[in-house]
T-cell receptor, first 114, second 115 residues
Framework: KNQVEQSPQSLIILEGKNCTLQ??????????LRWYKQDTGRGPVSLTI?????NTKSNGRYTATLDADTKQSSLHITASQLSDSASYIC?????????????FGTGTQLKVEL | GAVVSQHPSWVICKSGTSVKIECRSL??????MFWYRQFPKQSLMLMAT?????????EQGVEKDKFLINHASLTLSTLTVTSAHPEDSSFYIC???????????FGPGTRLTVL
């Protein structure tokens, strides 16, 4: 069964600090892995998308890593800001006949405080 | 990236009534649209996939007669919740792909509350 597990479930950090969110998956055949940011009451917004051959990808203060051998990914946020408070969702895409099927993690709820 | 909108952003209705939610791709032609439901503190759950001009494919456990999906054009899909009940209260999110884009772009979501 395709699954995506994220840790921690929730996290509170002080503004300006860094943090790393984890994602483990058992999805096959693997197509790509995406990290989304979802503000409360809003739809998910894409941060990064990584294919099998990519180890790291950055988008501003967000850096995602991917280890396709161990089926793990991380999202590192540097110099956190209050606006980073949101749910971060790891989504893995499986290559299926006729299209890609997405498997969503349950998300890490990040709260950045003063 | 491409832009997807939803309307309305929130709706409150009485039990037994029907509610229609619109999903539009604003700057690309969406050959495929997806409808998700998200309960508080849970992940998005795919309800159905619709391709323009054809019937939607529903996920296991989703009642197709209760959640009517229409994808009549390349820029518009609608989800109608028929005979809504309080347990249908949820956050409904659509996404769209197509027009050369591989990934799905998500709409801002619609909060449905059934009294």
């Amino acid at each position: 069964k395709n699954q995506v597990e994220q840790s921690p479930q929730s996290l509170i950090i002080l503004e300006g600090k860094n943090c790393t969110l984890q994602c483990n998956y058992t999805v096959s055949p693997f197509s790509n892995l995406r990290w989304y940011k979802q503000d409360t009451g809003r739809g998910p917004v894409s941060l990064t998308i990584m294919t099998f051959s990519e180890n790291t990808k950055s988008n501003g203060r967000y850096t995602a890593t991917l280890d396709a051998d161990t089926k793990q990914s991380s999202l590192h946020i540097t110099a956190s800001q209050l606006s980073d408070s949101a749910s971060y969702i790891c989504v893995v895409s499986a290559n299926r006949g006729g299209g890609n099927k997405l498997t969503f993690g349950t998300g890490t709820q990040l709260k950045v405080e003063l | 990236g491409a832009v997807v909108s939803q309307h309305p952003s929130w709706v409150i209705c009485k039990s037994g009534t029907s509610v229609k939610i619109e999903c539009r791709s604003l700057d690309f032609q969406a050959t495929t649209m997806f409808w998700y439901r998200q309960f508080p503190k849970q992940s998005l759950m795919l309800m159905a996939t619709s391709n323009e001009g054809s019937k939607a494919t529903y996920e296991q456990g989703v009642e197709k007669d209760k959640f009517l999906i229409n994808h009549a054009s390349l820029t518009l899909s609608t989800l109608t919740v028929t005979s809504a009940h309080p347990e249908d209260s949820s956050f409904y999110i659509c996404s769209a792909s197509g027009g050369g884009w591989v990934e799905q772009f998500f709409g801002p979501g619609t909060r449905l509350t059934v009294l």
